[in-house]
């Protein structure tokens, strides 16, 4: 039973933090729109937009991506029972693994991809970290 509510907690965790980047992708898309009449199924004129995109929205674009996976690690805890990190662990590693596909796909600045690499796991961490179960303070 413990496996199948560490498994819903990995998935539910993802879902959720699929859901902030969705919406933070929205609102930096109505931030820093794409040019106009774009063909967004050419992957160089993709590449060509993301070179002219402002630095700004990229590191903005990082800080959804920390807090998705915060709060994707921090609702794996809360299914899992605080009790281990694999659920919040597994989220992060998920998320790393989609980002490091998404930065192939879809051309972004070399700095972007070494941060994106290593942004996930230790944000997915960072929830377990903030809501696990404390072992009880023995009495002297």
């Known amino acids: 039973m413990k496996a199948y509510k560490n498994m819903l907690a990995t998935i539910v965790g993802c879902i959720s933090s699929l859901v902030v980047i969705s919406i933070g992708e929205l609102i930096l898309g109505y931030l820093f729109p ?3 009449n ?3 199924y050419n ?7 993301m070179s002219l995109m402002p630095k700004a929205a ?4 990082l800080v959804v991506y920390a807090i998705a996976s915060l709060s994707g690690g921090i609702i794996a805890t809360i299914i899992s029972g605080k009790t281990k990190s694999s659920p919040a662990i597994s989220v992060g590693i998920v998320l790393t693994l989609l980002g490091v596909y998404n930065t ?3 051309p972004h ?7 994106n690499a290593v942004l996930y796991l230790p ?6 970290f903030a809501l696990k ?6 009495a002297k």
């Open 133 to 138: 179960r404390k072992a009880d303070i023995p």
């Open 109 to 115: 600045p070399t700095w972007f991809n070494i941060i």
């Open 43 to 49: 992957k160089a004129i993709i590449a060509q937009a």
């Open 38 to 40: 774009i063909d967004r």
């Open 123 to 128: 944000f997915a961490y960072l929830g377990y």
């Open 58 to 61: 990229l590191v903005l674009l």
């Open 34 to 36: 794409f040019p106009p």
């Open 104 to 106: 192939w796909v879809l």
